[in-house]
Nanobody, 125 residues
Framework: QVQLVESGGGLVQAGDSLRLSCVGS????????MHWFRQSPGKVREFVAG????????EYADSVKGRFTISRDNNKNTVYLQMNALEQEDAAVYFC??????????????????WGQGTQVTVSS
């Protein structure tokens, strides 16, 4: 059974940092484009960051460029999202998603092979 399990969310103050992790089981993430999405109440789920399966290319939503960094450790079957200088607008449930042989850019959400259950990030002022 394939699973993606996110962790690392929590309650922080504006300006703080968090690092989210997404651990894969039942799949080898080295052959997957790995992406982070987020969804806040009343809003659609949106792309945050992605890393390609093969060459380390990354892409980011404009709203997080320069503050967030996506990385992967294939040996640990884990993808990370380092979030710095958090803003209240970053508060959301964060999901990781996997698309086999995917690039760093967002795809139609229905085309991802696997999704995690999400981890909540809350940012207070």
């Amino acid at each position: 059974q394939v699973q993606l399990v996110e962790s690392g969310g929590g309650l922080v103050q504006a300006g703080d940092s968090l690092r989210l992790s997404c651990v894969g089981s039942g799949l080898t993430i080295s052959t997957y484009g790995m992406h982070w999405f987020r969804q806040s109440p009343g809003k659609v789920r949106e792309f945050v960051a992605g890393t390609a399966w093969t060459d380390g290319r990354t892409e980011y939503a404009d709203s997080v460029k320069g503050r967030f960094t996506i990385s992967r450790d294939n040996n640990k079957n884990t993808v990370y999202l380092q979030m710095n200088a958090l803003e209240q607008e970053d508060a959301a449930v964060y999901f990781c998603a996997a698309r086999e042989f995917g690039g760093p850019s967002s795809y139609p959400q229905s085309s991802y092979h696997y999704w995690g259950q999400g981890t909540q990030v809350t940012v207070s002022s």
